[in-house]
């Protein structure tokens, strides 16, 4: 009878200890698929402000080059004016 019992408290024990690290097991699981969504959702925002980095890149080159054009022009009409205040300055 003492052996009887002492057989099922052990095999009581076995199975609470498989039960806790069942237990343990799924906690970790749990933990790792938080972690993992976690992670996969911080390279979707880095994937996102790439993307947006580079269109900004993309049209700052764009607005630098209009600069460029805009300076070419007003260069040119500067230039313009000059010579026609050459041309009026005699008549004056």
Do not use: G, V
Not at 25 to 44: C, F, G, I, V, W
Not at 87 to 92: E, H, N, Q, T
């Amino acid at each position: 009878m003492f052996s009887e019992a002492l057989r099922i408290m052990d095999r009581n024990t076995t199975k609470y200890m498989i039960d806790e690290l069942h237990d343990q097991l799924n906690a970790a699981l749990q933990k790792e698929t938080e972690l993992s969504q976690a992670l996969s959702d911080k390279k979707q925002t880095i994937d996102d402000q790439s993307r947006t980095i580079d269109d900004q890149s993309q049209t700052i080159s764009e607005l630098q080059q209009n600069n460029a054009e805009l300076n070419q022009i007003i260069a040119e009409l500067m230039e313009r004016i000059r010579e026609l205040e050459k041309k009026d300055s005699p008549l004056k």
